[in-house]
C-alpha cells in the first residue's frame, strides 16, 4: 500500500550543526513532495517542497533532496538552531489530481544548546 | 493575511456524543482537506472538499462526514463518538486540489473523547 516512513524517530543535533533527516516513499507515482515542520500545539508549517523533475531545492538554510531512483527525500537545515526544534513530517501527494497528502510518521528534533 | 481558522481549538465530548468541527481557509482557497492526527497513527487523510464537492475520502467509517459551503467553509462532523477519535483534527486549504503548493494548514482541533 502506500506509505510515506522516516527512517529515525529522534534526531539529536548541536546547536550550529547541520540537520539531515531522512524519508522513504513508496508510492512512485508522487510527484510532488512536502516537509512539514510542527511545533507543540501548532498546526504542520510548510518548509519547503519539492516536484520530482527536480532532484534538489534550496531555500533559506534548508535543502531538499529527492532521489526518485531509491524513493528517498531528505531535509537538510543548515546551522541548525534552538527554534529548529520540532517534529519534522514529510509528505507525497500520491498523484498530481488529488489534494490527499500522504504522511510520514514524523522526526523529532532535538537541538542541544 | 489571515491563515486557515478552525474552530473550537478544544472540545471535550462524551463516548455516543456527536460533534461538528468548522474550518475557513484562507481567502481565495477553494480546496479544503481534513486530517486526523494521533500519536499511534500520524496524519491521516480524512477527507478533501473543492467547490462543495467531495473529491476524495480516506479510509474512515461513515461517521466521519464533511462538507463545504459555497464560500469555502468547511465543516466536519463525527456522530456516536468513540474513545479512539481523540485527536487532533487538522484542516488544510489551498487555492485548488491540483495546485500541490501552497498547502496551508490550520492549528487543529483537539478533540477529547471521555
Known amino acids: 500500500g502506500e506509505s510515506v516512513g522516516l527512517h529515525l524517530p529522534t534526531l539529536s543535533v548541536q546547536e550550529g550543526d547541520n540537520s539531515i533527516i531522512n524519508c522513504a516513499y513508496s508510492?512512485?507515482?508522487?510527484?510532488?513532495f512536502i516537509w512539514y515542520k510542527q511545533e507543540s500545539g501548532k498546526g504542520p508549517q510548510f518548509i519547503i517542497d519539492i516536484r520530482s523533475n527536480m532532484d534538489k531545492r534550496q531555500g533559506q538554510r534548508v535543502t531538499v533532496l529527492l532521489n526518485k531512483t531509491v524513493k528517498h527525500l531528505s531535509l537538510q537545515i543548515a546551522a541548525t538552531q534552538p527554534g529548529d526544534s520540532a517534529v519534522y513530517f514529510c509528505a507525497e501527494n500520491g498523484s498530481s489530481n488529488t489534494g490527499k497528502l500522504i504522511f510520514g510518521q514524523g522526526t523529532t528534533l532535538q537541538v542541544k544548546p | 493575511k489571515a491563515g486557515v481558522t478552525q474552530t473550537p481549538r478544544y472540545l471535550i465530548k462524551t463516548r455516543g456524543q456527536q460533534v461538528t468541527l468548522s474550518c475557513s481557509p484562507i481567502?481565495?482557497?477553494?480546496?479544503v482537506s481534513w486530517y486526523q492526527q494521533t500519536p499511534g497513527q500520524g496524519l491521516q487523510f480524512l477527507f478533501e472538499y473543492f467547490s462543495e464537492t467531495q473529491r476524495n475520502k480516506g479510509n474512515f467509517p461513515g461517521r466521519f462526514s464533511g462538507r463545504q459551503f459555497s464560500n469555502s467553509r468547511s465543516e466536519m462532523n463525527v456522530s456516536t463518538l468513540e474513545l479512539g477519535d481523540s485527536a487532533l483534527y487538522l484542516c488544510a486549504s489551498s487555492f485548488t486540489p491540483t495546485e500541490n503548493y501552497g498547502y496551508t494548514f490550520g492549528s487543529g482541533t483537539r478533540l477529547t473523547v471521555v
Open positions: 508510492n512512485s507515482a508522487s510527484d510532488y
Open positions: 481567502s481565495g482557497h477553494r480546496s
